[in-house]
């Protein structure tokens, strides 16, 4: 039985059937589990995030814009959290919250538009991928046709990982508002050419998306004010519905930081960051935290000296944060070697596509080969 | 030049029906294409910038140096839903006075922001410019359908908007503004 047919059958659950819930919920792989995808767009701060705040080479490099040692939220002897991310201790306390610095890839490439294209497709770094790596996991195995959709991108036009190869992908930013928008779309059953099939099936997979999105779930959380807060509350609704997606893509604008950073990477940290434990405690509400993966991307992390504008230039690995029930908290990857810097920037020791593994291969059962070109070993940041 | 452009208007795959609306109309043809086709009147010509940018193309803009990558992949179920709400506006255009619908997209513009910094600032201003400028938009398909010689006949009509048949079936006895917005909201309309 699946997971999703037990839910099903129990309805409307009473708390007596929680046990139950999470005990399956602790073995199954598959679209069951929810992954949701962070993006930091413009490229995040690795360094001023996840703080080697112990390390005097980290002070040297950055007089003005560093985290001041005593103003980190100290995880271990070494390694602190930007104080703007308060709102991840608890998570982190829970040991629900991995990091694993240094992620990146060999030959990395400096343009927003390129390095992400390479997350986004999840290619090598001189390969050039027509589609999504979702897309093309959704392509190998695919999600249940009675899912609302594939996958939901929610505050960005751009499909990014859902790209390409027939993924029903939905972008909203808002479920009330896609619902009104949507009666505008219906289904119709029309053979033609490629241009056409490709215009229908777009107007297919929206009029079965709003016909199953549910858009007025009650939450008892109190989402963040802005647009990352109402972005997570879309989210939160989106799960909601019984029929549910595979995946989620959430985005955070702002974080090309090449100008007076500390305070616009503040906010944007502050936004991330209360989100997340809106998103934990409204997920934990529906109980699909412990079925749910989130993890953070972005086409690269800043060059660790500062520049002359009181801010950061694009540079290569950064740390990311992986999340959720089933999440064995931690430190992984490697902490930043500043001392071993590769034309004045980090050296990765984490292929992003590892995190993607992690996904596909330990969060769904999707064999990582097809989606990824090569096998990847996943992180081990899950739980037995 | 003449032997050659011959050879093509009489070659058998310039009138094939297969190569008809086999193309997706970029944003630009969309946009531009539905106000010069349906002879729109407007005021400020920004407001078609502004909506092709929603649509993914943003003027001078692109995404890098090899361009939009345009094709199928100007349609996802995001630009979709953005082409057929500009169609439906620019016909509900043709049902509410002027005034009003300026009036009452201002309000709403309002109340969405209340925000003072400089980025909520520019924001609003430029929603505030949409909203103005589409308030001057006007659609007359009376005066439209008077450019036939004789009243034109449904068929007529589709094959004029229509690169191809429309996959939605169409009702006989449409009023003309009836049948023209079921043409541009019909899928085949994002042909070309």
């Known amino acids: 039985m699946q997971r999703r047919d037990f839910l099903k059958l129990t309805g409307a659950a009473s708390v007596a059937f929680l046990a139950p819930r999470l005990a399956l919920a602790r073995t199954a792989t598959g679209y069951e589990n929810l992954l949701v995808l962070v993006e930091l767009k413009g490229g995040n701060d690795g360094l001023n995030t996840v703080v080697p705040y112990a390390d005097p080479t980290y002070h040297a490099l950055r007089r003005r814009i560093a985290i001041k040692r005593e103003e980190v939220l100290q995880l271990d002897g070494r390694t602190g959290l930007h104080p703007s991310l308060a709102a991840l201790m608890p998570m982190w306390q829970a040991r629900e919250l991995a990091i694993v610095q240094g992620v990146g890839y060999p030959h990395p490439n400096l343009s927003h538009f390129r390095s992400i294209e390479i997350w986004d497709t999840g290619s090598k770094s001189e390969q050039y991928l027509a589609d999504g790596w979702l897309a093309r996991a959704f392509a190998t195995r695919p999600v249940p046709q009675r899912y609302a959709a594939d996958g939901v991108v929610i505050g960005s036009q751009d499909l990014g990982p859902l790209a390409g190869n027939g993924a029903r992908a939905i972008a909203l930013a808002d479920t009330a508002q896609f619902e009104r928008q949507a009666r505008i779309a219906h289904p119709v059953h029309a053979r033609g050419n490629s241009a056409l099939a490709h215009v229908l099936k777009v107007e297919a997979d929206v009029a079965q998306a709003a016909a199953r999105l549910d858009a007025d779930h009650a939450f008892r959380t109190q989402f963040p004010p802005g647009p990352f807060g109402n972005a997570v509350r879309t989210a939160a609704q989106v799960v909601a519905s019984p029929s549910g997606v595979a995946a989620v893509r959430l985005t955070l604008n702002g974080f090309d930081t090449h100008v007076n950073q500390p305070a616009i990477h503040a906010n944007l940290l502050k936004q991330f960051g209360e989100g997340l434990g809106a998103l934990k405690s409204a997920l934990a509400e529906l109980g699909r935290w412990d079925s749910t993966l989130v993890m953070t991307y972005a086409e690269f992390g800043r060059r660790p000296h500062e520049n002359g504008s009181n801010g950061t230039d694009h540079g290569t690995a950064s740390a990311h944060f992986v999340a959720g029930g089933r999440v064995r908290g931690g430190l992984y990857g490697q902490a930043p070697q500043l001392d071993r810097l590769q034309n004045g920037n980090l050296a990765y020791a984490v292929d992003f596509r590892s995190l993607y593994a992690t996904a596909l291969e330990s969060w769904w059962g999707v064999p990582t080969a097809s989606a990824l070109g090569e096998r990847f070993a996943p992180l081990d940041v899950l739980r037995a | ?192």
């Open chain 2, 1 to 192: 030049v003449k032997t050659a452009l011959r050879g093509l208007f009489l070659s058998e795959a310039f009138w094939a029906q297969a190569n008809r609306g086999a193309l997706v109309k970029s944003p630009v043809d969309l946009v531009v294409g539905t106000v010069r086709q349906f002879d729109v009147e407007y005021g400020d010509p920004a407001l078609f910038a502004m909506v092709t940018a929603q649509l993914g193309q943003n003027l001078f803009s692109p995404p890098n140096v090899r361009g939009w990558p345009g094709g199928e992949t100007w349609i996802n179920s995001s630009t979709l839903l953005a082409r057929k709400t500009f169609i439906d506006r620019l016909f509900r255009a043709e049902e509410m006075p002027r005034m009003t619908r300026t009036a009452m997209h201002l309000q709403a513009a309002k109340d969405d922001s209340d925000a003072n910094d400089g980025i909520e600032r520019a924001k609003r201003a430029a929603r505030e410019r949409f909203v103005r400028a589409m308030g001057d938009v006007r659609l007359d398909t009376n005066r439209w359908s008077r450019e036939f010689a004789a009243p034109p006949a449904q068929v007529e009509i589709e094959r004029v908007v229509l690169a191809q048949a429309p996959v939605n079936p169409i009702a006989a006895d449409l009023s003309t503004r009836e049948l023209l917005k079921q043409l541009a909201l019909d899928p085949a309309y994002q042909l070309k």
